[in-house]
């Protein structure tokens, strides 16, 4: 069997947790990973005076591949969000977050079988803000109204919303290209088009114009990113592949998390064209944080996901069968889980649930 060399970033709050219980499962899967640890985070402030070293990043340019769990991002310190930076650095133009029911796990619908595909690097998440008062602010204002665009009031705070053809193209086209190698029958763009015609109007018009290079193969529609939200609700197994501008692929795929039984079974992925980061949907739960209570799920479905990328697909699929095994006998399921499922027992703790997941494998 082939060995692979993967940074992995444990982070902070539940990420230590989760990152060693995704460790023991992978081994247990039986692919042969090296792990090459790597920092991010505020605890790296005081040692490198900066939340992402650049030896975190570098190793992820040398070994392409990388785990990472969730990092805090302290709100209103200035502190820049790491998850943004590596993003942006690393240029991880797709988010990729598969939501698919798991039997056992408290979700709403046992069918959802749907793709996220979101973009990465721009819209409102591009980090162009001007700061209520500031001088910049009152230019940019004065500017626009120069312009004759509208009067904006001069308390106001402003983030810009930029979406671009080429990024657009991108994302269409990867979740396209998706869609013809996993056997995937349809995309959906999701948008606000009908009010926002220069940003969110480009996206629809790119991404309708990539549609008619798969017409035929691949089916096409859009929707208006609030009626998505009720589709979803309603009736999730109307949707495929669905692709989004940054911020309503960020809102939609914790919505779609819900649906399934939350953030601790949601795995995710940043894509590049050199490198992939995966990591879960999830935060860094300071709720929960050191007390072995959190779901590992979402880590472990995302190695699952890491090992499909590596082409250690039969390791992944063992990965995935074990999960939903655990999740079918429902004897040892975290308190996310037995919440949702309304159960009265008490919850298995983090790591009782990955020995779980590990007896399963053996
Ligand atoms: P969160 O996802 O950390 O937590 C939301 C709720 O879900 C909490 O009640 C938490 O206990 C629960 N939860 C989340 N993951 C769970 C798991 N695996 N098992 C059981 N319960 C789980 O979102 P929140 O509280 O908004 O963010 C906390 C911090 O995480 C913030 O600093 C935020 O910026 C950061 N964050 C980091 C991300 C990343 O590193 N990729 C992604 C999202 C948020």
Redesign the pocket.
Known sequence: MTRHSVVLIP?D???PE?SHAMQEVVSASGAQIDWVMAKAGAACIDEYGTPLPEETIEAIKEYHVAI????????GTGFR???VALRKTLDLYVNLRPVISIPGAGGRYDDVDLVVVRENTEDLYAGIEFEEGSEEALELISFISRMGKGDIRKDSGISIKPISVTATRDIVDFAFDYAVKHGRAKVTAVHKANIMKHSDGLFLREARSVAEGYDGRIAFDDRIIDAFCMNMVMDPSQFDVIVFPNLYGDIASDLAAGLVG???IAPGANIGRECAVF??????????AGKN???????ILSAAMMLDHLGEDAAAERIRAAIRAVYAKGETL???IRRAEGHAAPPASCTDFTAAVVRELA
């Open positions: 982070g709050g539940i990420g989760t990472k769990g969730p990092v805090t991002t302290p709100v969000s790491v998850n939350g953030l601790g990591e879960a949907v999830h935060g860094s739960a300071p709720d929960i209570l959190a779901n590992p799920t979402a880590e975290t308190g996310d």
